[in-house]
């Protein structure tokens, strides 16, 4: 006897359509949506506003430290007759410390934001592509740009782009708009994560959360922003730019095995600088979703999101909190989005690995089936 398969109706079968669509699709990109520049260290003098931050060779003598000087992969110690580990290694790095009576210093990068989560730049799916384009929609309409903007705009005014030179005597970060708006933060070395945003300082927060949302949202605008952090430092502090990675072969004879990154100027001089990569990582350091409700510190937004400091992915694939994963139940998050007028962590992060762009074809790797 045969049995007689369930009917669906419209809505179902339009459902599994669509998953299907987000399953099927060969190639799928988003260009990035926050583009910042290089950030350069610079100090002002009496005759210049201008004199860049430089680095320095240092050549010196370090002593053998590494679990492979004493001992073998094994674990036993190395036998030796005469121990060679009192002997030193010569070692050449570049260092940078800022210049003898210099109290200030400072570090700028400009801001491009376009509204490329709107749409996939490339789709091969055209289902698929409409299914994103609905999802970005409803993201919209439930104001969950603001959300994404106001984590972005705490990360910019509370300088967690400086990384370890935030740590100072005092921080002031100043943003100009190219709507020709200003907003200015003082002592943002004190802003956390988790802290309280009151008085000036909240001001500055939603006005430039208002601009960043319209920027990431709509079609028609964009905005760049220049960002400058005044650093109060002290008599000869050190100050940590983006490190180069530079292969051994590559390197040319007696050049220093560590290299910052540098800006040159008109003039030929060069100033140490931050990457764009590691600015916009300190940017979108925004993913306390990741452990829902509990999560102690937000993670640079990530398909995986990788936390570097612990070597570990937080959505590995067996979590299903993976971006991939979440993808595949995009059209599920949206209707979810349009019955309850609200976007839930998983539609804030999906939105946030948009944001960020990159290529989310599903590829395999050579010799897997």
Known sequence: MEVEKPKLDYADEKSIKQVNAMNSFKHLSYERSLNPGKAVFYYRTDSSDFEPLEA?????????????????????????????????????????????????????????????????????????????????????????????????????????????????????????????????????????????????????????TVELEESLSCQQKFLFADITAAIKTEFCQEIFPSQLFVEKNDRDKGSAAKQFMKSTMVDGRQAVSFGAYKIGAAIQKIDDWWLGEGAEYPLRVSEYGVDRSRVLAMREPTTETDFYSLLEKVENITEEMNQSEQASFNAHYIMSVLVKGGMFQKGIKKGEK
Do not use: H
Not at 121 to 133: H, R, S
Not at 152 to 159: P, R, T, V, W
């Open 56 to 208: 320095e060779v240092t050549r010196l003598r370090a002593p053998k430290a590494t679990f492979s000087d004493g001992y073998m992969s094994s674990g036993a110690a190395r036998a030796r007759k005469t121990s060679s580990l009192g002997y030193s290694n010569p070692i050449v790095l570049e260092t940078c410390y800022v210049p003898p009576l210099v109290d200030t210093l400072y570090c700028r990068f400009s801001l491009r934001i376009i509204s490329n989560s709107l749409a996939p730049n490339i789709c091969d799916n055209e289902e698929a592509e409409e299914v994103l384009k609905d999802f970005s929609e409803s993201y919209k309409k439930v104001g969950g740009y603001q959300e994404l903007a106001t984590r972005y705009a705490k990360n910019i005014l509370s300088a967690e782009w400086l990384w370890k030179n935030k740590i100072s005597r005092g921080v002031t970060v100043e943003v100009s708009t190219s709507s020709f708006n200003k907003y200015c933060i003082k002592d943002a070395q004190y802003k956390e994560w988790g802290s309280s945003w009151e008085g000036d300082d909240l001001t500055s927060l939603k006005g430039l």
